[in-house]
């Protein structure tokens, strides 16, 4: 039986250690997938080439699908981030992370069933940045209509698919009037235009974090610019359980990458005791993409075995150690196969 191609890039970190396990589960899931393995991040670079080598990237253009483990990026100075680098050059604008409280991880709130969407390749993550003397730098924001427009249309389409009530824009455009006003213009364009069936609301981002804090439940899909998205999608991951839990997937028109929200997290990286589930909800994305792209039953079949098979498991107690239990990578991975159905 013939398996789909996929770019394989286990990341720097706890990146090879979450990868790993997430394979593991996949194939004891006998999910139809044939693993390319390619580097990029500081491996790519230990390795004596470039952070984002050219075969990377080509063999993501040529399959189309890439799994990818988290990349260090240096802080305030060094080579710029793979991931940004990875968004823009393959032009994965849309990104997805669904927030979903879990059933064993017991968190302030129950029930929270989020989904962020955030405009990815664009915004102050343009790097367009400047020393203009000595003590002053500038950092620009580059908003265009085209990317707003594209994001919008891709987001209200998403929810309309996914069946999903509301769309709540979170902004700043009382002060970036130009800027995020014509992020949320071009929302509201979108809206009223194609997709009147969807509520629409927007929030200043300040109060929206507190009202997200206070009570996810009044949210249902948010759509926000490229910083807000990040920083917001790591608070949303906080209400269900934190990093350890939350699956992306980004999208263009030529490809989509499928990696957990968090980072390479330096501070137990080589210990084995990283959570896989993030990465490995991000397979199952993956999955059920190629499940609707290829019309591949095998994909949606794998994919709803390990969500079964995971669920289980935690709610079992079943646990890594940021989510309160003592299990290790291997272990928790382990624990989902042995509860495959
Ligand atoms: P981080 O997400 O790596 O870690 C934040 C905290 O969450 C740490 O305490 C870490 O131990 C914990 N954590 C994260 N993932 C976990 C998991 N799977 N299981 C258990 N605990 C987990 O964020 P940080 O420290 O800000 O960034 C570290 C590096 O990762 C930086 O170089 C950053 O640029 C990079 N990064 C890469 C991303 C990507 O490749 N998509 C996304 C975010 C950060």
């Given amino acids: 039986m013939s398996r789909h191609k996929a770019v394989l890039i286990p990341g720097d970190g706890i990146g090879p250690e979450v990868t790993r396990a997430t394979c593991q589960v996949l194939e004891a899931a006998e999910a139809p997938i044939e693993w390319v393995e390619r580097l990029a ?30 990349c260090t990026t240096p802080i305030g100075k060094g080579f710029s981030s793979v991931n940004v680098q990875l ?15 879990l059933p064993g991880v017991e968190t302030r709130f129950e029930g929270v069933d989020l989904i962020v969407i955030r405009e990815n390749t664009e915004g102050l993550y343009s790097g367009v940045e400047n020393r203009l003397t000595d003590d002053v730098v500038m ?7 085209s990317a707003c427009r594209r994001i919008a249309h891709w987001a209200f389409r998403f929810a309309t698919q996914q069946r999903r009530k509301k769309i709540t824009v979170f902004h700043k455009a009382n002060i970036m009037k130009v800027t995020d006003g014509l992020f949320i213009n071009c929302a509201r364009e979108v809206h009223s235009h194609e997709y009147p069936n969807i509520d629409y609301d927007e929030a200043i981002i300040d109060a929206g974090c507190m009202k997200l804090v206070q009570n996810p439940g ?8 490229n910083l807000y998205g990040d920083v917001v999608s790591d608070l949303c991951a906080g209400l269900v359980g934190g990093l350890g839990v939350v699956p992306g997937a980004n999208f263009g028109e ?6 957990a ?4 997290a330096p501070d137990i990286a080589g210990k084995g005791v990283a959570n896989p589930l993030a990465l490995l909800m991000s397979a199952v994305m993956m999955l059920q993409h190629l499940q609707d792209v290829e019309q591949d039953p095998r994909c949606g079949r794998a994919a709803s075995r390990i969500e079964q098979a995971y669920r289980q498991a935690l709610g079992d107690g079943e646990r890594t150690r940021d989510l309160g239990g003592s299990l290790d990578t291997e272990q928790f991975a382990r624990a989902v196969i042995d509860r495959l159905p």
């Avoid at 230990?46 to 984002?52: N, P, S, T, W």
């Avoid at 929200?261 to 390479?264: A, T």
């Fill in 41 to 70: 991040g500081l491996a790519a670079i230990e390795a004596g080439g470039d952070v984002l080598p050219a075969e990377t990237l080509e063999d993501i253009q040529r399959h189309k699908l890439a799994l990818k483990g988290p």
């Fill in 87 to 101: 968004r823009k050059q393959l032009n994965l604008y849309a990104a997805v992370r669904p927030v979903r409280s």
């Fill in 139 to 145: 950092s620009m924001k580059v908003t265009t209509q």
């Fill in 218 to 225: 009044q949210f249902d899909v948010l759509l926000l610019e």
């Fill in 254 to 259: 030529q490809a989509a990458v499928f990696e």
């Fill in 261 to 264: 929200v968090h980072g390479s």
